[in-house]
């Protein structure tokens, strides 16, 4: 079992940065993906960034809509995966998730293929 808690999320201006952290307690999420997802107000949750255990390389993925302003990270030996948000939007505005796949080795952008969730952090932009 893995438990995830997200932190870092709160209040940016457009154009400003985050950084959002996801730690991983319970056992070492070693060999697991992982994800960032983000649901806004009356809209479903989405893909925003995911990444491969780094057996298979380690390869990344991000949505269109975040490329080139996000970069996802990880550091294996403190169990925790962080997202790195610049040039912030105020359609960047949601909760924002992050989430295990026991499959390390693929990076998939649907959610119902990641079996662990953390509770969530906000993210607001304003204009």
């Known amino acids: 079992q893995v438990q995830l808690v997200e932190s870092g999320g709160g209040l940016a201006q457009s154009g400003g940065s985050l950084r959002l952290s996801c730690a991983a307690s319970?056992?070492?999420?070693?060999?697991?993906?992982m994800g960032w997802f983000r649901q806004a107000p009356g809209k479903e949750r989405e893909f925003v960034a995911a990444?491969?255990?780094?057996?298979?390389?380690?390869?990344?993925y991000y949505a269109d809509s975040v490329k080139g302003r996000f970069t996802i990270s990880r550091d294996n030996g403190k169990n925790t995966m962080y997202l790195q948000m610049n040039s912030l939007k105020p359609e960047d505005t949601a909760v924002y998730y992050c989430?295990?796949?026991?499959?390390?080795?693929?990076?998939?952008?649907?959610?119902?293929?990641?079996?662990?969730w953390g509770q969530g952090t906000q993210v607001t932009v304003s204009s």
């Open positions: 989430a295990a796949d026991r499959r390390g080795d693929r990076i998939s952008t649907r959610d119902y293929e990641y079996e662990y």
């Open positions: 319970g056992r070492t999420f070693s060999g697991y993906s």
């Open positions: 990444m491969r255990w780094m057996r298979w390389s380690g390869g990344t």
